[in-house]
């Protein structure tokens, strides 16, 4: 079965870190970029990061920026979003996806597919 699952999610203290992770089964993950999205209660989902199959590129939403990292293991077919000074506005369902359709804009979820389940952060005192 072909899917993408998210882990590492929780809550999490203004100013803490958490690390996701974004595991593929079924194929191989590496073949795709992959972008990492999030959706707050109320909000559309957002772009929030992009790494290109080589990560050789990496793209960021201005509102994260200098705070999360995104990264490959290729080995464990797995890609991370690393998030430190966390604030009460990144609560949301964090989603990953590998790229599948040709366009603009790396942050258009429609370009997307093999969309995983989400998993929560929630970033509060």
């Known amino acids: 079965q072909v899917q993408l699952v998210e882990s590492g999610g929780g809550l999490v203290q203004p100013g803490g870190s958490l690390r996701l992770s974004c595991a593929a089964s079924?194929?191989?993950?590496?073949?795709?970029?992959v972008g990492w999205f999030r959706q707050a209660p109320g909000k559309e989902r957002e772009g929030v990061s992009y790494i290109s199959s080589s990560g050789g590129t990496t793209y960021y939403a201005d509102p994260v920026k200098g705070r999360f990292t995104i990264s490959w293991d290729n080995a464990k077919n797995t890609v991370y979003l690393q998030m430190d000074s966390l604030k009460p506005e990144d609560t949301a369902v964090y989603y990953c996806?590998?790229?599948?359709?040709?366009?603009?804009?790396?942050?258009?979820?429609?370009?997307?597919?093999?969309w995983g389940q989400g998993t929560q952060v929630t970033v509060s005192s």
């Open positions: 996806a590998a790229l599948r359709r040709d366009g603009k804009g790396w942050s258009d979820p429609s370009r997307y597919g093999y």
């Open positions: 079924g194929f191989n993950l590496g073949y795709y970029p």
